[in-house]
């Protein structure tokens, strides 16, 4: 009896979550702005808090976002990194802190058990209010950053990373990479951190994120216990608009693999892009639905040249990179980089064709429950939307506007968005000499 | 005490309640297919997995590597389906899909919103017998895998060392070859080659179909009756035992490479659940390595990354659901001005102290904390939810070990903890490997077109 009135309320319960991820949202008191999915089947929550606070963020001092949010949970209030660690350990609890190009955060995987749950939101909020910024633990940290950095240049594949968006970004706040360099990490000083954390981590600046079995009520007050110290601080101002490259450029850089890795894009598109849709089914259908996609096809179906070709759009608070990327024997390199140039400027020129559209559709479609089918997935999705400030129903209108999509309207965004004269194409590798 | 009561909270999840849990069905179809099913019903998705017990582990010498070049062929076309089809459908049914290889299994996937189940049965039924392999599309699939071993192996100094290390430690186990086997057996594959592996391995009686979503057992057996059903099974010769021998002293080796930071890699040879003499010892080394490294407080990071400060990094692994005896391993990059050879002496005094200690009980509270919440934290993904039971099915343990692990960890003591450390973390099962950096050459840029930036 007992297990078939589980059953019946597991049924409506997944009714309902997918014709809605029903998302609610309010402002704290200091303006910090709250979204709250209440999802059941498990006694667990996320909880993210999220700030404008990435590592286009960094100004000059390239890594400090990134080290700053790493250094929170080395030391707060009257705890060090051991008595930290414990507290969520003890209770069974996840926490982890991150940096991206727009965004710093903290996250909080617990039970909802009440003792388990306080105990693990406490440790939060002490994290998030009250971090030490120790001398000692900079030292340490910053020596490991810097290792990390030197063990970087041991990555062909990294390197083209950093390449490709310098020549995408030039000066621009998104040009560097979040870790920084060695001689930029090499100068930081603690206050440095201290500084960064005070001007960004501040309610004006927060955003917090609930997902998981809590009612609203309760959400309402985990959200008001986790910022309840943060001063108001000021929002900060976004990172300016992107300039496109007015040249397409080619860069190879020498290295000592056996595999060339190339990478070829522009600045493409934001989060509230006009184009949003035409790109992003666009690209689907040239290099972002895996073992289907035109360049998927060209380069490793047909021809071999490759174990993985793609591409993607990046969408950012300002024009993120599109990208496509191979990765080729050395002597292979500008095959494979004919290939990719041809199917580029082919796709630009013609078009998707019906055929292939259709078929985009239908997966894109057909697989959307599967977006957002775990709780952590879910977190994501609420996290993207409410830091992008992007319509609640974000979800639920997806699919309608995918369809809304033609042969047409992709053809004409992509030519005036990803123009392949202007491609910025590095190949990191052994030239064959 | 606060800490002992945490526990109990813990315990008292209906989770851990035999009563409440979701029960695994099982059913065995005449041809010897085992089909397992798990009901969840949080969204309206379902993974399906079909798993072979088959592996790099089961691999002859001079085609290593074959089952991994096999899993890629197995998207090349059926008589039904010719190469390219079978993406292109579940694609167009809005799914994900994909395979992977390790040392004891070859797995296939896909998610699908429920309804379509139907569809990745058929494909995969069909794919099971009556594969098509051919010359020409070896020869790029080839061409693929290298570009694929460059990618994870050739190209990364620690991946190399790593592939270098377990071909010392293990004398005469197949765990010695790497999952993706060597470059010049990988050169030397025949359609022959892939043709007999195949017919060998692939049945329904050696595979294991495992479903997991938002379905209904007796209707996912009656799909599996309909669409599996009607192929024949294989005479399957058993796989022969290749017990490693006894090891009679530590191993040690250099590998120099270009590279910036110096790295050591060591490994003891230790029992899993499959071939452990008293099982328990298996859940101990499990707890052992989560007292080492199991999350941030964990010993190796508190005491050699945060207390001494000699590493940058330090962890600690043990998996004890392979088919065969496998290594404890320990690695760490050691801190400016510090060597590998610091890094090793820290690491076995830190073994050392396991032997000699019993570790404290809020130490061992604090692991089966994490393991009893992790058990809550897995039920968010159904992709995990099967992994696991495939796993456990493949390697031979039987997937209703899957349910044992959180009791039968919460049941390992102090003392058991300090005697497996005794008995096996001990030099005379050890390998080492160290890194030995060697300059890299100062990268080039060579531009040839660059251009100025204008606003838009």
Redesign the interface.
């Known amino acids: 009896m007992r297990s078939k009135l589980?059953?019946i309320c597991?049924?409506i319960?997944?009714q309902n979550?997918?014709s809605a991820a029903k998302i609610e949202t309010w402002n704290t008191d200091k303006g910090s702005r709250v979204y709250y999915v209440h999802?059941r089947?498990?006694?667990?929550v996320d909880i993210q808090v999220v700030f404008a606070a990435g590592s286009a963020y960094d100004g000059k001092q390239f890594g400090v976002s990134e080290l700053t949010s790493s250094m929170l949970?080395t030391g707060a209030g009257n705890w060090n990194?051991?008595e930290?660690?414990?507290r969520?350990?003890?209770?069974?609890?996840?926490f982890a802190v991150g940096s991206s190009v727009d965004r710093a955060w903290l996250s909080l995987?617990t039970?909802t058990?009440p003792?388990?749950f306080n105990?693990a939101l406490i440790t939060m909020q002490t994290i998030l209010t009250s971090p030490t910024f120790n001398q000692h633990d900079f030292d340490?940290e910053k020596?490991?950053t810097?290792?990390?950095l030197?063990?970087r240049?041991?990555?062909?594949g990294a390197?083209a990373s950093i390449?490709f968006n310098k020549a995408l970004y030039?000066d621009h706040p998104y040009a560097h990479p979040g870790t920084g360099f060695i001689e930029t990490v090499q100068k930081f000083g603690v206050e440095d951190l201290r500084n960064f954390y005070q001007q960004y981590y501040v309610a004006a600046n927060a955003m917090v994120v609930i997902v998981g079995d809590l009612t609203q009520q309760q959400a309402k007050e985990t959200a008001k216990t986790l910022l309840k110290d943060l001063p108001v601080g000021t929002t900060p101002e976004p990172p300016p608009?992107?300039?496109?490259?007015?040249?397409?450029?080619?860069?190879?850089?020498?290295?000592?693999?056996?595999?060339t890795h190339v990478l070829s894009g522009l600045p493409g598109m934001h989060r509230k892009d006009q184009d949003y849709f035409p790109l992003y089914v666009g690209n689907h259908i040239l290099g972002g639905?895996?073992?289907?996609s035109k360049l998927f096809?060209e380069i490793?179906?047909?021809?071999?040249?490759?174990?993985?070709a793609n591409s993607y759009f990046l969408p950012y608070y300002r024009k993120g990179p599109f990208r496509m990327s191979l990765?080729?024997?050395n002597d292979q390199a500008p095959k494979a980089l004919e290939v990719l140039n041809q199917t580029i400027r082919d796709y630009v020129k013609q078009g998707p064709t019906e055929q292939e559209l259709i078929?985009a559709k239908?997966?894109?479609?057909?697989?959307?429950?599967?977006r957002f089918?775990?709780?952590?997935k879910l977190t994501s999705y609420v996290s993207m939307i409410g830091f992008y400030q992007l319509p609640l129903d974000y979800l639920e209108t997806f699919p309608e506007k995918v369809d809304a999509v033609t042969v047409e309207s992709i053809r004409d965004a992509f030519q005036r968005r990803i123009k392949p004269e202007?491609l910025q194409t590095i190949a990191?590798g052994k030239?064959e000499k | 005490m606060k800490l002992q009561r945490f526990i109990i909270l813990l315990l008292m999840f209906p989770v851990f309640s035999q009563a409440a849990d979701v029960k695994v069905q099982e059913r065995i179809l005449n041809n010897g297919l085992k089909v397992l099913v798990k009901e969840d019903h949080r969204s309206p998705v379902v993974v399906t997995q079909v798993w072979y017990k088959v592996g790099s582990s089961y691999e002859p010498g001079g085609i290593t590597g074959i089952s991994h070049m096999l899993e890629h062929m197995m998207f090349k076309g059926t008589d039904k389906h010719p190469v390219g089809e079978f993406s292109r459908i579940i694609a167009e049914n809005g799914g994900n899909e994909n395979a992977f290889t390790g040392r004891d299994y070859t797995a296939y996937f896909q998610t699908l919103e429920k309804s379509r189940l139907p569809i990745s049965f058929e494909l995969e039924a069909d794919r099971m017998r009556n594969l098509h392999l051919l010359e020409s599309e070896l020869v790029k699939e080839l061409q693929v895998v290298t570009e694929e071993r460059r990618m994870r192996t050739d190209d990364k100094p620690r991946a190399k060392l790593q592939e270098h290390f377990s071909a010392m430690a293990y004398l005469n186990s197949p765990y010695k070859n790497p999952v993706i086997g060597w470059p010049a057996d990988i050169a030397a594959y025949t359609i022959k080659d892939l043709q007999q592996w195949y017919e060998r391995w692939y049945a329904p009686n050696n595979a294991t179909v495992v479903v997991v979503g938002d379905v209904v057992p007796k209707e996912v057996f009656k799909l599996a009756e309909k669409y599996f059903g009607p192929l024949k099974p294989s005479e399957l010769d058993p796989v022969k035992p290749q017990t490693e021998v006894k090891q009679l002293g530590v191993k040690k080796m250099t590998i120099k490479l270009p590279a910036k930071l110096p790295y050591i890699l060591m490994g003891y040879k230790v029992p899993v659940l499959t071939t452990a003499e008293n099982e328990w010892e298996a859940y101990a080394l499990e707890v052992l390595a989560g007292i080492l490294d199991g999350g941030n407080s964990a010993r190796l990071q508190s005491q050699l990354v945060r207390g001494q400060q000699i590493a940058v990094a330090a962890g600690a692994g043990y998996n004890l659901t392979t088919r065969l005896s496998n290594l404890f391993m320990l690695d760490a990059t050691p801190a400016k001005g510090k060597t590998v050879q610091d890094m090793e002496v820290a690491l076995k005094q830190q073994i050392d102290k396991l032997k000699t200690e019993k570790v404290t009980s809020e130490e061992l509270a604090r692991i089966k904390a994490q393991v009893l919440s992790g058990a809550i934290y897995e039920r968010d993904s159904n992709f995990y939810q099967a992994m696991q039971l495939g796993m456990y099915e493949t390697v031979g343990l039987g997937w209703q070990k899957v349910d044992e692990y959180v009791n039968k960890v919460n049941q390992i003591t102090a003392e058991q903890v300090q005697q497996v450390a005794s008995k096996y973390l001990i030099d005379d099962r050890l390998s080492i490997a160290y890194l030995d950096p060697q300059p890299m050459k100062k990268n080039q840029i060579n531009k040839t077109m660059t251009g100025g930036r204008h606003a838009q």
């Open positions: 589980l059953l597991l049924f319960f997944a979550s997918f999802t089947g498990l006694p667990m949970e990194a051991d930290i660690a414990q969520f350990e003890n209770v069974g609890a996840q995987r039970l058990k003792e388990l105990e340490r020596n490991r810097l290792a990390g030197k063990h240049e041991e990555s062909p390197q390449a030039g608009p992107v300039l496109m490259p007015a040249k397409g450029k080619y860069q190879h850089i020498e290295f000592e693999s056996t595999q639905s895996g073992l289907v096809k490793r179906e047909k021809r071999g040249l490759a174990y993985s990765q080729t024997r078929a239908k997966n894109i479609k057909g697989g959307f429950v599967m089918d775990t709780n952590s202007l990191v030239s």
